[in-house]
């Protein structure tokens, strides 16, 4: 299996809601990323998880929390977001060492309201 | 911060012409890579090259890498309509172990 497989593939929610993405991932791959992507941006790092530990925090508001439940999923955990926040949210994976790039998911179009 | 900044920012062709998509960087880093993005979806990863190699191909691809002026440049030969998608470069910093993405070049090729 190849695929990094990222749902939901869209999301509306309110600036009160409570809500998660999900990415998953069964290449063995023990590096895991978030990214977020603005309409016409390159990705920006947010988080980076390596061996199921959080390695970097590029310095995210905490109204977005990462979450690692095993070598294969990755969460984000979303409340209380802006509507500048809209945007598409990108989970990749890896080797440790990039050798062989990352893989990426088709990502979750986030829309705050 | 973006590291990448690629040139142009957008490029039309006709099908069958070649493209030619430049990035330039600022630091020393480990490899540099090209991803493809269709229509704001996921990205696809092209062709890594490492800092000790000066040029890679890959189907109709071809990378250079300049480590002296801190370039690369991608080629795609006999382009399709099929490769109409937003290109960018990435970098992996000498000592760090994530990728920094340009600003990217949108790609329309033309039937």
């Known amino acids: 299996d190849t695929e990094v497989t990222q749902t939901p593939k869209h999301l509306v929610m309110g600036m009160t809601n409570k809500k998660s993405l999900k990415c998953e991932q069964h290449?063995?791959?023990?590096?895991m990323y978030w990214y977020k992507q603005k309409a016409k941006k390159p990705p920006e790092l947010m988080f980076v998880?390596?061996?199921?530990?959080?390695?970097i925090n590029e310095s995210v508001p905490s109204r977005f929390s990462p979450e690692c439940p095993n070598s294969s999923l990755l969460n984000l955990h979303l409340h209380a977001l802006q509507p500048e926040d809209s945007a598409l949210y990108l989970c990749?994976?890896?080797?440790?060492?990039?050798?062989?790039?990352?893989?990426f998911g088709s990502g979750t179009r986030l829309t705050v309201v | 911060s973006q590291q990448g900044e690629e040139d142009p920012q957008a490029l039309s062709i006709q099908e069958g012409e070649n493209a030619t998509m430049n990035c330039s960087y600022k630091?020393?880093?480990?490899?540099l890579q090209w991803y493809r993005q269709n229509s704001g979806r996921g990205l696809v990863h092209l062709i890594l090259?490492?800092?000790?190699?000066r040029e890679k191909h890959s189907g109709r691809l071809r990378v250079t890498l300049d480590t002296s002026k801190k370039s690369s440049s991608l080629l795609i030969t006999a382009s399709r309509a099929a490769d109409t998608a937003s290109y960018f470069c990435?970098?992996?910093?000498?000592?760090?172990?994530?990728?920094?993405f340009g600003k990217g070049t949108m790609l329309l090729v033309s039937p």
């Open positions: 090259i490492r800092s000790n190699e």
């Open positions: 990435a970098t992996t910093r000498t000592g760090y172990s994530t990728l920094t």
């Open positions: 998880y390596s061996y199921e530990k959080l390695s």
């Open positions: 290449m063995g791959h023990r590096a």
């Open positions: 630091t020393s880093i480990n490899n």
């Open positions: 990749a994976s890896s080797r440790p060492d990039i050798l062989y790039g990352y893989t």
